[in-house]
């Protein structure tokens, strides 16, 4: 556990974790902030690591380049240069391209345990201050469909997972699955024998329409709200269920409707 002391104003946050030292984050880079000794200094570009030194002389050029600033007093046990180098290989180890402001040196083997110990210790504040140690992945962005006319006339079928249907994408927020829709019976489970939130998420769908289904089978035309919708209640989602819709000679309703 790491017990910490938080001062927080509107450019600068002091963050001290007892005797191992003081974290300083400054947010206003518009004039570089004086320092009175020797600390480790961390350039950070939006939350990811951009630059490390230690001294007291801050790049300026470096400085012009980040978004944020922070100070790092390091405790006498630790050797300051060992631990940049220790920060800057984590960082570049976890496919961050962060620069080193200093000359590369190999750490001594009876420090490395003290100077690894600190190192994670720093990285457990800074992701606790919102700053990443390790590359940040993008999230692939979601496609985006788009109802049309033409497409509110073609039938679509579904027949995955035990389950069978025919749908109409009739409005932009209506899609009529057509009676006579064989419903998947097997409720799926967790890992633990639980029943997960889609399978719950089925079961009420299921009950709502229950006047509609008679032995896993629709009686009669049931509106739903979207393409999702339509595969929770068939057959209690897990896939993608836009590839799954295709019409009469296999193509899919994503082909159809995906805004390119």
Excluded at 100 to 128: D, R
Excluded at 177 to 199: I, Y
Excluded at 222 to 241: D, H, P
Aim: proline share 3%; no cysteine; hydrophobic share 40%.
């Amino acid at each position: 556990m790491i017990k910490l002391m938080v001062e927080i104003d509107q450019e600068v946050t002091k963050i001290r974790f007892g005797e191992q030292g003081t974290m300083v984050v400054y947010r206003d880079l518009k004039k570089a902030p004086v320092l009175r000794q020797d600390e480790l200094l961390l350039y950070f570009k939006g939350r990811e690591a951009y630059a490390i030194d230690y001294g007291q002389k801050i790049d300026s050029k470096v400085l012009k380049e980040s978004e944020s600033l922070i100070t790092v007093s390091v405790p006498w046990d630790i050797e300051p240069k060992e631990l940049a180098q220790q920060m800057v290989e984590a960082w570049n180890g976890n496919s961050l391209k962060t620069m080193g402001l200093f000359e590369a040196q190999k750490i001594a083997a009876n420090h490395f345990p003290v100077v690894a110990s600190y190192q994670k210790e720093l990285f457990e504040i800074l992701t606790t201050f919102g700053y990443e140690n390790k590359k940040i992945k993008k999230a692939p962005a979601k496609a985006q469909h788009r109802w049309n006319k033409k497409v509110s006339e073609i039938p679509f079928y579904i027949d995955y997972n035990d389950s069978k249907g025919e749908v109409l994408w009739q409005k932009r927020n209506e899609m009529v699955l057509k009676a006579g829709a064989k419903l998947k019976q097997e409720v799926p489970l967790n890992k633990d024998g639980s029943v997960g939130f889609s399978a719950r998420f089925t079961e009420k769908l299921r009950a709502d329409h229950a006047d509609k289904i008679s032995d896993f089978t629709t009686t009669e035309d049931i509106v739903l709200k979207s393409v999702n919708e339509v595969g929770i209640f068939l057959y209690y989602a897990g896939t993608n269920g836009w590839l799954v819709l295709k019409d009469k000679d296999g193509k899919t309703i994503d082909e159809y409707t995906v805004v390119k």
